[in-house]
């Protein structure tokens, strides 16, 4: 049997499926990369690249005589973050600005995941006791989430940051920010912090509890069967939230001015974004 193993940061020789099928020879292409083997991108942040390890080991294991028969294992390592159930035991209002496109979604499945969460998309945080800076291509795109952030670090309201990682939803690499980002903020020690890696697929509900940890989450002493049907039922709603992006943008394409332009490419032909976290 063969794992597919892609390397995530740019850096470090990673590259596109497409780029590194184009490599191979071609005749070797098809038993490659068209008989569904299993495929993850290799992580170096610690909780993500167990996610990547469990992926490896789950494939080798089914190839065995003892899990032949079986489709899947339920893989686990003690004390990773996405087996844990969470909770917010003090009363917890996360404030989604209307001003950054995409972070009401994610505070809402943040809040759908883990119980005790309250989220506000109201224009100002009112008494929000977190804010959510969501990065994306379309980060600061609009100019009132510049003030908003400054106003917020100079009321001292704690900053969560989430960086999207996902191609369809807007993913990129950490470096765009540092262009986009009004320089004062910058200087100011903005990303200072790390902003959390909101990854797809298998490595998302770690994303989810990253960041419901940093909002002050805390192990809950019981519903950790409800708690993990809830990280599941995110991920199936973050993968139709991926082709809804898909739909739209090409949708965006075809009624465009006939420059040709391409509509929004699946993850297995964009280029993985770095995390600010990255070793």
């Known amino acids: 049997p063969l794992v597919l193993v892609q390397e995530a940061d740019p850096a470090k020789g990673g590259a596109t499926l497409q780029a590194l099928r184009d490599e191979c020879p071609e005749n070797l292409q098809p038993d490659i990369f068209e008989k569904g083997w299993a495929h993850t991108i290799y992580m170096r942040i610690q909780e993500f690249q167990r996610v990547s390890l469990k992926t490896i080991v789950e494939a080798v294991l089914l190839c065995s005589p003892n899990y032949v028969n079986q489709s899947s294992l339920p893989l686990c390592v003690p004390g990773e973050p996405e087996s844990q159930p969470l909770a917010f035991a003090k009363e917890t209002m996360l404030w989604a600005s209307p001003a950054n496109a ?3 979604v994610l505070a809402e499945e ?9 989220v506000s998309t109201a ?11 969501y990065l994306n291509e379309d980060s600061f795109s609009d100019a009132r989430l510049a003030d908003q952030v400054q106003q917020a670090r100079k ?11 996902d191609p369809d939803l807007g993913g ?4 765009r920010f540092f262009e986009v980002t009004p320089q004062e903020l910058i200087a100011d020690g903005l990303y200072k912090d790390l902003a959390r890696s909101c990854f797809p697929g298998r490595h998302h509900p770690v994303s989810l509890a990253l960041l419901a940890k940093d909002l002050g989450a805390t192990p809950a002493r019981s519903g950790s069967v409800a708690s993990m049907s809830r990280l599941s039922a995110s991920i199936a ?8 992006r898909r739909r739209s943008s090409a949708t965006a394409t075809t009624a465009g001015d006939g420059t040709g332009g391409e509509a929004t490419a699946s993850v297995d032909s964009v280029e993985p974004a770095a995390s600010a976290e990255a070793a």
């Open 123 to 133: 224009e100002a945080p009112g008494p929000a006791t977190h804010m959510l800076l």
């Open 110 to 118: 943040i809040a759908t995941t883990f119980a005790g969460l309250t």
């Open 172 to 175: 990129c690499l950490f470096s």
């Open 102 to 104: 995409g972070a009401q």
């Open 237 to 244: 709603e973050r993968s139709s939230r991926r082709f809804l």
């Open 155 to 165: 009321d001292k309201l704690k900053i969560v940051m989430a960086h999207e990682n």
